[in-house]
């Protein structure tokens, strides 16, 4: 479903690339944990896989598209086959969240039919039936988070990339996020989530892919979120400053 | 593509920053009505210089009592002098070139002169004697005006020899420079619209970064994206040039038809089927400048 080979890429400007020779693979209806500090290369890596930019070397496949080759006026077509969430949810502040979900079919010219169905049916699945007509400022931040992973799904793409999408929430409404994506998942989708969650990640036991640095440090089935004690790597400082910084964040 | 939707997004636009968009329609407004008004006046030249070349004369100018006595040794053309030159336009040499002629005297040049300098007291101070007698000679094709001006020139009798197409030439020249300064006002109008345009779309464009974020993300195509924007900038370009065409179609109805053509009666004057083929043309050109800057604002400004 998505293959990354040999991936290098490095920004204008600096001296340690950004990703460096990095490869993966991920299967269909693979459900993948992304951690790592921040600075270590995930979110170069969700920005690859979305073809928002493309590596300096190496190749990008997501779903049968090689990402270094699309041309340009392919790749809004391939992202139509791919559902993204973002930690800050991204919704329009002016539409309501019927309007919000209606929005993303509506610019890639579904028929108003299919909107009608299609808006409903997504938002009794993410557990909003009834708030149709709020607007995003009205919800808490759970809330719009289901808004945006509704707006995500509704079109059923076959990957959905979730970059952080509990970083906003409290654990308890984090729980109810997961409870979705894991329901997403098993329906069918490749869900592929950056995450600084140790609670998450540690409790769903999946898949977990460990960058350090601009490396892949650890790729594991049915891992946790700190490498298990057999490991000798050492643990660097700063990542447990990350870690503190996150219990901050109310793990209790 | 849903045609809703399109519409909706343009509105949104457009009420967003009113201000912009009223100074894109200004600006075109006005920079449209100096080239519509330099089209109409080169087709006022072009119908002028139809009319009046046709009817400009030769006029061979003869010899007074008070003509300078460098050209006129002997005072004032003789009888046989005259009848020399009348000869000379009847000769086979010159016939073919020539339509007809007629000879004015002093009296009837006396009587043209009262009449053009009617009320005017200079009038008082001039005797017939003074005037020219003239020979009016109208040609076949008026541009081969030099046969007649190298034939008479210098001969005896003849103080001098003036194609009439000289004056219009001036007047012509005039009107010319006039467009071509209305033309060049114009362009540098057209640039500012143009870049003003690409501001305003751009402006709007950061406006609705959200939308546009979200739009890219979901896999919209490009041209649904830049679609909106492209006919926002042709929505306020085209009610300006709109304004632009009414403005030279009343210029040509209300001054050229309902003033000029009554002070000037025996002029032919741009009517309002002429400004009804520049009003078109202005649309056209509005619509293109907004497409084809707001299209290049936006292209610059959203990369897949």
Redesign the interface.
Same mark, same amino acid.
């Given at each position: 479903m998505i293959r990354i080979e040999n991936v290098t890429k490095q920004y204008k400007g600096t001296s340690r690339p950004a990703l460096n020779n990095v490869s993966l693979e991920i299967e269909k209806g693979d459900f993948v944990f992304l951690v790592g500090a921040s600075g270590s290369g995930k979110s170069s890596l969700m920005r690859l896989m *979305?073809?928002e930019d493309t590596p300096t070397s190496g190749s990008v496949h997501v779903m049968g598209e090689n990402l270094v080759a699309i041309p340009?006026?392919r790749?809004?077509?391939?992202?139509?086959? *791919?559902g993204?969430v973002f930690q800050d949810f991204?919704l *329009?502040p002016t539409k309501t969240v019927s309007q919000n979900v209606a929005?993303?079919l509506?610019?890639?010219?579904k028929s108003?039919g299919f909107i009608q169905e299609a808006v409903p049916d997504v938002l009794a699945m993410v557990g909003l039936e009834g708030k149709a007509d709020r607007l995003p400022g009205e919800l808490s931040g759970g809330e719009q988070q289901r808004v945006a992973l509704a707006?995500a799904i509704v079109?059923k793409p076959a990957v959905l990339l979730a970059d952080e999408p509990t970083g906003n929430l409290d654990p308890a409404t984090s729980e109810g996020i997961m409870a979705l994506l894991e329901r997403i998942n098993l329906a069918g989708t490749t869900v592929v989530m950056a995450t600084h969650d140790r609670g998450i990640v540690d409790r769903l036991q999946k898949r977990v892919i460990e960058m350090r640095e601009g490396e892949i440090f650890r790729d594991q089935r049915s891992a946790g979120y700190i490498k298990t004690q057999t490991d000798s790597h050492p643990v660097k400082s700063w990542n447990l400053a990350i870690d503190n910084s996150w219990n901050l964040d109310g793990d209790n | 593509m849903r045609f809703s939707f399109v519409m909706g997004e343009i509105g949104h636009g457009l009420r967003r920053n009113v201000s912009m968009v009223i100074s894109v329609i200004l600006v075109t407004f006005i920079s449209l009505t100096f080239v519509g008004t330099a089209s109409l006046l080169q087709l006022q030249i072009g119908q002028m210089k139809n009319y009046w070349y046709d009817r400009a004369q030769v006029a061979i100018y003869l010899c007074t009592e008070v003509s300078p006595g460098d050209v006129c040794p002997q005072g004032e053309a003789s009888t046989d002098l005259q009848t020399e030159i009348e000869d000379k336009l009847k000769s086979p040499l010159l016939q073919p070139y020539i339509k007809q002629y007629f000879f004015e005297n002093h009296q009837q040049a006396y009587a043209k002169f009262e009449e053009q300098f009617a009320g005017n007291s200079v009038a008082k101070y001039v005797s017939p004697s003074q005037l020219n007698e003239t020979f009016w000679v109208s040609l076949k094709d008026p541009s081969k005006s030099q046969i007649i001006t190298e034939s008479f020139n210098g001969v005896a009798g003849v103080e001098e020899v003036r194609d009439q197409r000289t004056y219009l030439d001036q007047i012509f020249n005039i009107l010319n420079a006039a467009s071509i300064a209305a033309v060049g006002i114009a362009s540098l109008m057209l640039v500012s619209a143009a870049l003003l345009i690409s501001t305003t779309i751009r402006l709007s464009a950061f406006s609705r970064r959200r939308e546009i974020g979200i739009m890219r993300l979901v896999g919209a195509s490009n041209f649904y994206i830049q679609l909106p924007f492209i006919l926002e900038g042709v929505v306020a370009a085209t009610i300006g040039s709109v304004l632009a065409a009414g403005a030279v179609l009343s210029v040509v109805q209300f001054f050229v038809q309902g003033y000029l053509a009554t002070k000037l009666p025996f002029t032919s004057f741009v009517t309002l089927s002429d400004g009804l083929l520049v009003a078109p043309a202005l649309i056209g050109a509005g619509i293109l400048l907004a497409a084809v800057s707001s299209g290049f604002a936006i292209r610059r400004y959203l990369r897949i």
């Open positions: *979305l073809r340009s006026r790749i809004p077509f391939f992202r139509r086959k *791919l993204v991204r *329009l929005f993303s509506e610019v890639i010219g108003q707006r079109n | -």
